[in-house]
């Protein structure tokens, strides 16, 4: 019953209804204070089929705006008097629960939101006159705009609050979305959550989600066999499957974690780590965990139909035997427990290289030498006093000599090594 005022009350002693009030324009302050002085009790019952009678008094409550007060103050404390500590309308106290049925516009788009189906070419938020991302008005139930550039909405849970009253246990969401796609007739695709942010040319840095999470206990490690140690925090948690108490449990695992595809343009890169950002190293020394996988996760590569051609992966279980690759500055180490075991050193060139070559049953292993010379040796050279072993001595004393095998020794000269019957 906004702007109404009693001016006159019929001879009766018989409660009043909303109906017998005379209508004159007023503040619903000034019908709050005529009503406060009748009592609570004035009947009310909005027009319309299937109308629920309350009172003024109840009706009057949830009407209040700034504009029925004279100062701040008033407003503020009138506004919390509508709070009344409960949450949910089964338990004691109730609370006041805001039900609407239509849509809401908050903020620049109250003002410029026509609330159109087919909002273009009529005006609208810059979301259509200046992005054309007229679905975003179309179909908003809520949609909040911000006229300050600042804040298009703010969503914010504490978990301590829960010692009012709790129903989820352990669980506390700063903002909740889901998607349901169960139009099985359909192509249409469904995305509980949707975030774009677009660079203007010339403008600064820009992020599409932002993700920040911040530790003030003690310092949690994870492992693939040990995802959520108590105290954990974790960037992002992508969980297969969903939640299977409610629409079902699943039937077949998830496509995938992360997708990183193109609509109009490609990214420059995938996946991007600071260099200070991992614990453990400063890019400079020591190192730090960027990627921890299980044992037998693969690492995989296709081809254009969709079959595996490469892949890395790991058997291992002992740390005392964990191998690991090493890349040095024109070096390649492969290590056992972080102690160098084999060195492939690129350092004095790559035109001429090795190639190891595996073989069928009953050939020979080859190990050859490649390259763009002609004619290129292959070096085997021992340390210090060390010398080179080959082959097993079968004694043959005084034999004749049939023949020879030509090699060169370390220093380059060449040798004649004899060979008997």
Known sequence: MPNKKITQLPPSTTPLTGAELLPVVQSSATVQTSVNSLGPGIG????????????????????????????ETNYLTAAASLSTGGFWMDESPQPVHWRMADRVFIGAAASQTTGNKFPIPYAGTFLTTQMGAFWMERGATTLSVSDYGEFGGVFAARSSDKSKSSYYGDATIGVLGIATNDYVSSTQFCWGAYFEANRASG??????????????????????????????????WLAGGGDASYYGAPANPSTCAILIGNNSTTWNKGIVFDQ??????????????AIALGMRHVISWSNASNQEVSSIFSTGTLTASRVGLQFVDGQLWVTKAGALGLNFDLTSGTANYFQLSSSAAASPLNITASGTDTDIDIRLAAKGAGVIRFGTLTAN????????????????????LAVIA
């Open 276 to 289: 200070v950002g991992i614990t453990g190293t400063d890019g400079v020394t020591g190192t730090g965990v």
């Open 203 to 236: 403008a600064a840095t820009t992020y599409g989600q932002e993700i920040a999470v911040k530790n003030l206990g003690t310092n949690v490690i994870n492992y693939p066999s040990l995802l959520f140690p108590s105290g954990a925090t974790i960037g992002i």
């Open 44 to 71: 009310y019952t909005p027009a319309g089929a299937g109308a629920v009678a309350t009172t003024v008094q109840a009706k009057l409550r949830q009407e209040i705006k700034r504009t029925d007060y004279n100062t």
């Open 397 to 416: 004393a005084d034999a004749p000599v049939t023949g020879y095998i030509t090699i060169k020794d370390a220093g380059g000269t060449t040798r004649k």
